[in-house]
T-cell receptor, first 112, second 113 residues
Framework: GESVGLHLPTLSVQEGDNSIINCAYS??????FIWYKQESGKGPQFIIDIRSNMDKRQGQRVTVLLNKTVKHLSLQIAATQPGDSAVYFC???????????FGQGTRLTINP | DGGITQSPKYLFRKEGQNVTLSCEQNLNHDAMYWYRQDPGQGLRLIYYSQIVNDFQKGDIAEGYSVSREKKESFPLTVTSAQKNPTAFYLCASKSYGSYNEQFFGPGTRLTVL
C-alpha cells in the first residue's frame, strides 16, 4: 500500500571518498535513465542521464553505469563533498512515452 | 531567468476544503507534470499534460484535478475527496522529445489540518 518504503535506504561515506548509489529499475523496455539529486525541502535537480545504447557515461565528478542484463543502474560520485548530501533518485523512461517512473531514492550522508 | 515557479511554498488548509496549487514555467516547455512526494518515498505521478487543453491521469489521480488553459500554467486542485492530502507537491516540465529531462519546481508543502 502507500506505506511501503517509509524509510529511505541510506548511504554514509567519509568526505573525500567515492560514493556509489545503486538503483534497480523495473521495466526492461525502458531506454532512457536519469539521476536526480534532491536536497531537503527542494525540488529534484538533474545530474546526469544515459540512453540504453550506452553502458557508461561520465560527467563532472559523476559517472553513471547501466547494466541492462540485470536492470541495474548506478551513480558514482568521486571525492564526495559535504554539498553532495541529499537524496538521489533514479528515473526510467521509454522513447515515445512522456512519463518517467521514479525509484524510491537513496539518502547520501557525508561524514566529516 | 528561465524556470519553474510554484506558489506558495507552504500551504495550510482545513480538512474538507479544496485548494489550488500554482505552477508556472517560462521555459516554453510543452509538457507539464504534477507529482506527490511523501516522506521516505519516491515521486508519484498525479497528472500530466503534453499540450494545452489536454491532460492525462497519472498513477494517483483520484481526488485531484488539473487544467491546462495556457502553455505556461498547469494548476493542481486538491479536492476534499483526496483522503490524505498532506504531502510535498512537485511540478515539472519538459520540452517535446523522448530524451529530454524533466525540470522541477521548488515544490509546495501542503498541510491539511
Amino acid at each position: 500500500g502507500e506505506s511501503v518504503g517509509l524509510h529511505l535506504p541510506t548511504l554514509s561515506v567519509q568526505e573525500g571518498d567515492n560514493s556509489i548509489i545503486n538503483c534497480a529499475y523495473s521495466n526492461s523496455a525502458s531506454d532512457y535513465f536519469i539521476w536526480y539529486k534532491q536536497e531537503s525541502g527542494k525540488g529534484p535537480q538533474f545530474i546526469i542521464d544515459i540512453r540504453s545504447n550506452m553502458d557508461k557515461r561520465q560527467g563532472q565528478r559523476v559517472t553513471v553505469l547501466l547494466n541492462k542484463t540485470v536492470k541495474h543502474l548506478s551513480l558514482q560520485i568521486a571525492a564526495t563533498q559535504p554539498g553532495d548530501s541529499a537524496v538521489y533518485f533514479c528515473a526510467e523512461g521509454i522513447q515515445g512515452a512522456q512519463k518517467l517512473v521514479f525509484g524510491q531514492g537513496t539518502r547520501l550522508t557525508i561524514n566529516p | 531567468d528561465g524556470g519553474i515557479t510554484q506558489s506558495p511554498k507552504y500551504l495550510f488548509r482545513k480538512e474538507g476544503q479544496n485548494v489550488t496549487l500554482s505552477c508556472e514555467q517560462n521555459l516554453n516547455h510543452d509538457a507539464m507534470y504534477w507529482y506527490r512526494q511523501d516522506p521516505g518515498q519516491g515521486l508519484r505521478l498525479i497528472y500530466y499534460s503534453q499540450i494545452v487543453n489536454d491532460f492525462q491521469k497519472g498513477d494517483i489521480a483520484e481526488g485531484y484535478s488539473v487544467s491546462r488553459e495556457k502553455k505556461e500554467s498547469f494548476p493542481l486542485t486538491v479536492t476534499s475527496a483526496q483522503k490524505n492530502p498532506t504531502a510535498f507537491y512537485l511540478c515539472a516540465s519538459k520540452s517535446y522529445g523522448s530524451y529530454n529531462e524533466q525540470f522541477f519546481g521548488p515544490g509546495t508543502r501542503l498541510t491539511v489540518l
